[in-house]
């Protein structure tokens, strides 16, 4: 296994923000246009690396661990596009089985296949989702706590993250998980600016590098 490289003495400790390129036909994909306007970004005395992976099974979880292991970061994560939902999603929850209801980017439709053979079934984010709710709520950002990240690049993704965070013991200590953003206004109803939606990711990111310990909030779902 090959060593992470530590920051420089001096060097600001890393945050690792993921977006996806453009899947399902269209031309844009939120999460791919925050990552990228955070790359370079500093928060709470952290520097944001933000990247774009590839919607694409197997590749997405390959093109991350690369990027875990070459900038080390103290906090991951995975930003996806969530059409339809009207809030900032703060994933509880990553399953792991593929159930692709339309072919990824790479033309792959998995059905009924696990992430991570003979892997655990699931695994919770360990990132502070009901401080970082009640924070953006504060903050008057649309948010949720979500217990489904469906079943296709996105939650694959979370799941992958979640398992090398598990077994790579480079990586212990590392904390993690996913955040579905809305559609921007010209894609379609529920939307939200772009301008808002990477107001929000750095609302929750300095949350959940002040937060160790997550608090106690109603945020659940009836169905």
């Known amino acids: 296994m090959v060593s992470a490289s530590r ?28 990552a990228q306007a955070l790359d370079g970004a500093e928060v709470a005395g952290h520097r944001i690396v933000g990247a774009v992976v590839p919607t694409a099974f197997g590749d997405s979880v390959e093109a991350l661990r690369g990027l875990l292991m070459r900038h080390r970061p103290g906090l991951v994560l995975v930003t996806g596009q969530a059409g339809g939902r009207a809030a900032l999603s703060l994933e509880r929850v990553a399953i ?3 159930d692709a209801r339309i ?3 790479a033309g ?18 360990t990132l502070p989702i009901k401080a ?5 709520l504060a903050e008057g950002i649309a948010a949720e706590v979500s217990q489904t990240a469906g079943t296709f690049v996105c939650n694959h993704t979370f799941y ?8 790579n013991k480079d990586l212990q200590g590392v904390r993690g998980g996913l955040i579905h953003v809305p559609w921007l206004p010209g894609q379609g109803q529920p939307s939200m600016p772009l301008a808002q939606i990477v107001a929000g990711l750095k609302v929750a990111i300095a949350c959940a590098l002040a937060t160790r310990e997550d608090i106690r909030k109603e945020a659940g779902a009836l169905n």
């Not at 998995?110 to 919770?124: I, L, M, Q, Y």
């Not at 992958?160 to 077994?167: F, I, Q, S």
Request: hydrophobic residues 50%; without cysteine.
């Open 7 to 34: 920051p420089a003495v001096g060097q600001l400790p890393t945050v690792l923000v993921t977006g996806f390129e453009p899947f399902g036909g269209q031309e844009l994909n939120p999460s791919s246009l925050a």
């Open 108 to 125: 792959a439709q998995p059905v009924d296949t696990p992430v991570v053979a003979g892997a655990p079934a699931a695994f919770f984010t």
């Open 132 to 136: 970082m709710f009640s924070a953006l």
């Open 160 to 167: 992958g993250l979640m398992h090398e965070l598990a077994v």
């Open 103 to 105: 072919p990824d980017n």
């Open 96 to 98: 792991n089985v593929n």
